[in-house]
């Protein structure tokens, strides 16, 4: 049976800075339905006029009773990302429509060996997977970024997780030290982050268009199978 999509209201209750273009709402939903890593919502805002315009959020938290986490990145000129990231504060009210998606999702009863390639503000779905994992399934993350301050949950991922391993690449500034120098995503770097194909793990893609395919398509070349190959990817939407 399908689920009917109904909108909710949230209540914001915490607000965090996770760089200086994005930020994470952590929401109140009554009668929140559940969600699995992976999954979407749509934010509806609507003025005084009655002009309504919406755009959709990945969840980046595990599921939690009625909480809901979005990591918002601003998009300059956009009608949603600017109110989110600079005016919604502590206190205000939100429709939400979801969970949205059920094919870019992970379960966590799986045992398959997981890779996780994140461009960008991709990390968000993926966060919700790492975060959501209770078991010795093992994840490898490449987070590919353009340089150090673009981050998303720098201090939570800095932590050691037993079974998570993170490779970071760059593509504009690298920190000092840093042994790659800045570049885009490679087979180099796929072939050493993530899981050898006969290992058959579970592979999620998210970022720019270009970004995924490209990484979807080093990944068949390396043998993987595109059945375990999942994308979701993101282009301009008018933020």
């Given at each position: 049976?399908?689920?009917?999509?109904?909108?909710?209201?949230?209540?914001?209750?915490?607000?965090?800075?996770?760089?200086?273009?994005?930020?994470?709402?952590?929401?109140?939903?009554?009668l929140?339905?559940?969600?699995?890593?992976?999954?979407?919502?749509?934010?509806?805002l609507?003025?005084?006029?009655?002009?309504?315009?919406?755009?959709?959020?990945?969840?980046?938290?595990?599921e939690d009773?009625?909480?809901?986490?979005?990591?918002?990145?601003?998009?300059e000129?956009?009608?949603?990302?600017?109110?989110?990231?600079?005016?919604?504060?502590?206190?205000?009210?939100?429709?939400?429509?979801?969970?949205?998606?059920?094919?870019?999702?992970?379960?966590?009863?799986?045992?398959?060996?997981?890779?996780?390639v994140?461009?960008?503000?991709?990390?968000?779905?993926?966060?919700?997977?790492?975060?959501?994992?209770?078991?010795?399934?093992?994840?490898?993350?490449?987070?590919?970024l353009r340089?150090?301050?673009?981050?998303?949950?720098?201090?939570?991922?800095?932590?050691?997780?037993?079974?998570?391993?993170?490779?970071?690449?760059?593509?504009?500034?690298?920190?000092?030290?840093?042994?790659?120098?800045?570049?885009?995503?490679?087979?180099?770097d796929?072939?050493t982050a993530?899981?050898?194909?006969?290992?058959?793990p579970?592979?999620?893609?998210?970022?720019?268009?270009g970004?995924?395919?490209?990484?979807?398509?080093?990944?068949?070349?390396?043998?993987?199978?595109?059945k375990?190959?999942k994308?979701?990817?993101?282009?301009?939407?008018g933020?």
């Open positions: 049976m399908v689920r009917r999509l109904v909108w909710h209201v949230g209540k914001v209750v915490d607000v965090r800075d996770e760089t200086p273009a994005a930020r994470t709402l952590v929401l109140e939903v009554p929140w339905p559940g969600h699995l890593p992976g999954q979407h919502v749509d934010v509806r609507t003025a005084e006029d009655g002009y309504s315009t919406q755009r959709s959020y990945s969840i980046a938290n595990a009773g009625s909480r809901v986490e979005l990591t918002v990145q601003r998009v000129d956009g009608e949603v990302s600017p109110y989110l990231t600079e005016v919604v504060e502590v206190g205000d009210e939100l429709e939400l429509r979801g969970p949205v998606g059920g094919w870019f999702v992970w379960r966590p009863e799986s045992t398959a060996p997981v890779l996780l994140a461009g960008g503000s991709g990390i968000v779905p993926l966060m919700a997977m790492i975060r959501a994992r209770r078991t010795p399934v093992p994840f490898r993350l490449l987070y590919s340089g150090p301050d673009d981050r998303f949950y720098a201090d939570e991922l800095r932590r050691p997780t037993p079974g998570l391993d993170i490779t970071y690449l760059y593509t504009r500034s690298i920190p000092d030290g840093f042994p790659r120098p800045p570049g885009r995503l490679g087979v180099a796929l072939n993530g899981w050898p194909a006969d290992f058959t579970d592979c999620f893609l998210c970022g720019p268009t970004f995924v395919e490209t990484a979807a398509d080093i990944l068949q070349a390396l043998g993987h199978d595109p375990r190959i994308t979701e990817r993101f282009g301009p939407s933020g």
